[in-house]
């Protein structure tokens, strides 16, 4: 039997998920169609459209669907850049490559782009945020701050951050994508000019996502999300983002979040109990630092990470896979190869660290028996991992 | 057995794979990542290296139904296989790099690697043959197809080695046989096409890579009496025996074709000569390594010795002292490299290697 402990790379797709999904597959329709089938569709995806609305405090209009939250971070940052080439653009260190990488490309085209620091336990370094962004330092074109962090789970101060950025009248772009379905999280509240997710890290299916761009903000008129499509063509999405409607997926994302935002009562706790049972133990063993905040409110209930001295990732994860076990590193693969964390690099630790993290996500199917095999498997593997490099 | 194989995403190590899981192994495919950056796609005749050629691997993989990985060994390669092949050459030799990550990569950090995770065994789609006597010794042997076999790259890794090694392709009687079996066993590699170049020398310009990584450094080439006979943009690009490249302004007196008979990198310096004075009777090898515990060759010994990887063997009469082997050659032989691997051969079976000494 396999345990699956990578929920922040994917969650299963619920079950109430697929029964949407392949029950929306069977009604047909381009809702950009001006007939009656067309209207059907059209009446299904709005249907979905006001229902995750509703349950992520947005409006409606604010709700772009996309196929997921690469596109939505691109949309963003090059849709953003394009209506306001002007000012610094600023980005904590530990954001998902999916922001980081379009920043760069930005680079290219003449962008000033700044990095924010975080701390030892990987949350932004508010502080020095604040200096970046005092009227002294000159205007800025954006600020990209995730909610939650995809490694340590490290839930980010973005609310606190929300009003230094509006005095500079520059938009506040939020990667919600660990958070939506995980935690609380409302769009209203989070104090982000544009934010975004995908829907399969919350149960629902792959190559569905979701940019919700703030229509209006009363008390800054600039904090409208102001942006050019990337995605040109038929004018779908309120011109943000062209190309004919996934409207089952949209379905199927919103079944899944629906059950996900139900249950967020008692899974918060439940996980918490089980990634404090295994942070703990995690601690207990010879070599093994637990990074991030402490379990608690400061972190998100699933995520546990860890740096293991003298044990590669590679060959951590290798032997967790033989043993039955799928975990992660956290940082991204390139092309198979596992990459060093430069989460773990921005938080301090050193490139050896950084090349020995290990991360354990959990989520809606884990139990108790999952973090047992874990806990099983994690000694010998660590000291195989270590005794594979001389 | 739990077995390791290595799949470089070609036909060859795919059909290995297949035949070691046929076999009734426990197999996981590994892909060794030896480039930093890697590009996109597969170019040239670089038969690895590229994503194109992991994705390769990994769809075999697939096929065969084996756990796959990919384990990044670039530094491990830059450091003993790249910065040797530079050094190598800026020392006036001609390093083979395919022996060097046989050596160091392969054979070394590889195994030792898959030892430690719990592997008995590294498969890889070489040709060459292991043997295991009654006695228990391991000997290593040509590959039934003469026109594959990789004996000569392989000598290096030693008898120990051996122990830990499979070579499944050994008795494939032609490299036609082994894409016959790709395509039965619906390997998408199975038309893949061969490789050749050196892998990391992007365009299979060896002296422009050289160029590039070492800079030029102008100086002269003299014939054998000393006299200043042309121009270089750096000894050593330079291999003793070479012939093609010269660039000499005026023809040799005598109107015969010259060659490369010495390399002399702290002079900065190349010496040209007729055919004749590229002509050896005697190879001396250090660095030996020995892989018949039962043939020590510490006294005079009949065998056959070989100087390149494609190059034929010559009978030769060798003595091992130590670290050294000399080989007496029973007929000349000319083109006779330093850096390169001399390796010692009695009938199809591997005795001995060891680096040609300048």
């Given at each position: 039997m396999r345990h699956y402990l990578d929920h922040a790379a994917t969650s299963p797709m619920r079950p109430v998920a697929r029964e949407a999904y392949v029950e929306a597959l069977a009604t047909f329709g381009n809702p950009s169609s001006v007939h009656a089938t067309g209207r059907a569709a059209n009446g299904a995806l709005e249907t979905a459209r006001e229902e995750l609305a509703a349950l992520i405090g947005a409006h409606p209009t604010e709700v772009v669907f996309t196929s997921?939250?690469?596109?939505?971070?691109?949309?963003?940052?090059?849709?953003?850049?394009?209506?306001?080439?002007?000012?610094?653009?600023?980005?904590?260190?530990?954001?998902?490559?999916?922001?980081l990488e379009p920043l760069a490309a930005l680079t290219d085209r003449g962008a000033q782009i700044s990095a924010l620091p975080v701390t030892r336990t990987g949350v932004l370094d508010l502080d020095e945020a604040a200096r970046q962004l005092s009227p002294g330092r000159g205007p800025v074109c954006l600020v990209a701050v995730q909610s939650a962090n995809n490694e340590t789970g490290a839930i980010q101060p973005v609310p606190e951050l929300a009003p230094l950025v509006e005095r500079t009248q520059a938009p506040l772009v939020v990667d919600a994508a660990q958070s939506i379905?995980?935690?609380?999280?409302?769009?209203?509240?989070s104090g982000a000019t544009v934010a975004f997710a995908s829907a399969h890290k919350w149960g629902g299916p792959g190559g569905v996502g979701v940019m919700l761009a703030r229509r209006v903000d009363g008390a800054v008129p600039a904090r409208r999300a102001q942006m050019a499509p990337l995605l040109r063509g038929g004018g779908q999405e309120r011109g943000l983002r062209a190309g004919t409607v996934n409207v089952a997926g949209a379905v199927a994302a919103v079944a899944a979040l629906r059950e996900a935002e139900d249950s967020i009562g008692a899974e918060v706790p439940r996980l918490r109990a089980l990634a404090s049972h295994l942070a703990d133990a995690l601690a207990g063993m010879p070599g093994v630092t637990v990074t991030g905040p402490p379990v608690g409110t400061g972190r998100l209930p699933g995520i546990v990470s860890a740096v293991v001295e003298a044990a590669p990732s590679e060959a951590m994860l290798f032997?967790?896979?033989?043993?039955?076990?799928?975990?992660?590193?956290?940082?991204?693969?390139?092309?198979?190869?596992?990459?060093?964390?430069?989460?773990?690099?921005?938080?301090?630790?050193?490139?050896?660290?950084?090349?020995?993290?290990?991360?354990?996500?959990?989520?809606?199917?884990?139990?108790?028996?999952?973090?047992?095999?874990?806990?099983?498997?994690?000694?010998?593997?660590?000291?195989?991992?270590?005794?594979?490099?001389? | 057995m739990r077995v390791l194989a290595a799949l470089s995403g070609g036909v060859d190590s795919a059909v290995a794979a297949a035949r070691a899981v046929e076999a009734g192994h426990d197999v996981v495919g590994v892909h060794m990542a030896l480039s930093r950056n890697r590009d996109q796609f597969r170019s040239g005749s670089r038969g690895c290296c590229s994503i194109e050629d992991s994705n390769d691997a990994r769809r075999a993989a697939d096929k065969l139904g084996i756990p796959y990985y990919v384990w990044d060994l670039s530094e491990e390669f830059q450091d003993t296989v790249v910065k040797d092949f530079l050094s190598e050459y800026e020392a006036g030799r001609t390093p083979n790099p395919c022996v060097r990550c046989n050596e160091h990569i392969k054979f070394d950090t590889l195994l030792d690697r898959a030892d430690a995770l719990g592997f008995d065994a590294v498969a890889t789609g070489h040709y060459a043959r292991i043997e295991?006597?009654?006695?228990?010794?391991?000997?290593?042997?040509?590959?039934?197809?003469?026109?594959?076999?990789?004996?000569?790259?392989?000598?290096?890794?030693?008898?120990?080695?051996?122990?830990?090694?499979?070579?499944?392709?050994?008795?494939?009687?032609?490299?036609?046989?082994?894409?016959?079996?790709?395509?039965?066993?619906?390997?998408?590699?199975?038309?893949?096409?061969?490789?050749?170049?050196?892998?990391?020398?992007?365009?299979?310009?060896?002296?422009?890579?050289?160029?590039?990584e070492l800079g030029e450094r102008p100086g002269d080439i003299l014939d054998e009496s000393g006299e200043v006979v042309g121009a270089h943009s750096g000894a050593y690009a330079y291999t003793v025996g070479q012939?093609?490249?010269?660039?000499?302004?005026?023809?040799?007196?005598?109107?015969?074709?010259?060659?490369?008979?010495?390399?002399?990198?702290?002079?900065?310096v190349v010496t040209v000569g007729p055919e004749t004075l590229l002509t050896v009777r005697r190879v001396t090898g250090e660095s030996t390594v020995w892989l018949a515990p039962d043939v020590q060759a510490i006294e005079p010994t009949e065998c056959e010795v070989q100087v390149r990887a494609h190059g034929a063997p010559v009978r030769a009469t060798i003595v091992r002292d130590?670290?050294?082997?000399v080989a007496d050659l029973h007929e000349p032989m000319r083109g006779v490299a330093a850096g390169q691997s001399l390796v010692a051969y009695q009938g199809s079976r591997v005795i001995g290697q060891a680096t040609i000494a300048r």
């Open positions: 997921g939250a690469t596109e939505a971070a691109n949309s963003t940052v090059h849709g953003l850049w394009a209506e306001r080439p002007e000012g610094r653009v600023l980005h904590s260190t530990i954001e998902h490559h999916a922001v379905g995980h935690v609380p999280w409302t769009f209203r509240d032997l967790l896979d033989g043993a039955g076990v799928d975990a992660s590193n956290g940082a991204a693969c390139n092309a198979g190869v596992v990459q060093p964390s430069h989460v773990v690099e921005a938080m301090g630790f050193g490139g050896a660290a950084a090349g020995s993290a290990l991360r354990i996500s959990m989520g809606w199917t884990t139990s108790q028996e999952d973090v047992d095999a874990l806990l099983h498997a994690l000694p010998h593997a660590i000291e195989r991992a270590r005794a594979s490099r001389r | 295991i006597r009654d006695d228990g010794v391991r000997e290593l042997h040509r590959a039934a197809d003469a026109a594959k076999d990789q004996s000569y790259v392989l000598a290096v890794m030693g008898p120990e080695k051996l122990a830990r090694s499979m070579f499944p392709l050994g008795a494939m009687r032609s490299k036609a046989e082994v894409r016959a079996e790709a395509a039965v066993r619906g390997l998408g590699v199975s038309n893949k096409p061969d490789s050749y170049d050196i892998c990391f020398v992007a365009d299979g310009d060896t002296k422009g890579f050289l160029q590039r012939r093609k490249g010269l660039a000499l302004p005026r023809p040799a007196s005598d109107g015969k074709p010259r060659y490369v008979t010495g390399v002399d990198t702290e002079r900065n130590g670290d050294r082997v």
